[in-house]
């Protein structure tokens, strides 16, 4: 069972910026994937960035050259600096991983992200 604990959410003014820390109980070179999701009132969950094996990067469109996602190995951590955010941001933010061995997902208990326009 993969423990995910996420932190770093808060209330920021649009424009502003956040980073999201999400520490994982094993190794993350045990995952296929491991990223961040979200999830706004009302909608469903979406994918925000990700890396995919190692060393491969995937961003939602939406995000891309605002949010940086990026990972410490040697503390089995991912994070996503989030900049110029924007009122359409405010979301729960949810760490994933995904298992290099039976593809199993496990989640975080998210952080909330609200942006104020």
């Known amino acids: 069972q993969v423990q995910l604990v996420e932190s770093g959410g808060g209330l920021v003014q649009a424009g502003g910026s956040l980073r999201l820390s999400c520490a994982a109980s094993?190794?993350?070179?045990?995952?296929?994937?491991m990223g961040w999701y979200r999830q706004a009132p009302g909608k469903q969950r979406e994918l925000v960035a990700q890396f995919i094996s190692v060393f491969s990067t995937n961003y939602a469109d939406s995000v891309k050259g605002r949010f940086t996602i990026s990972r410490d190995n040697a503390k089995n951590m991912v994070y996503l600096q989030m900049n110029s955010l924007k009122f359409e941001d405010t979301a729960v933010y949810y760490c994933?991983?995904?298992?290099?061995?039976?593809?199993?997902?496990?989640w975080g208990q998210g952080t909330q992200v609200t942006v104020s326009s």
């Open positions: 094993e190794s993350i070179f045990s995952f296929y994937a």
């Open positions: 994933n991983v995904r298992t290099l061995f039976g593809g199993k997902d496990y």
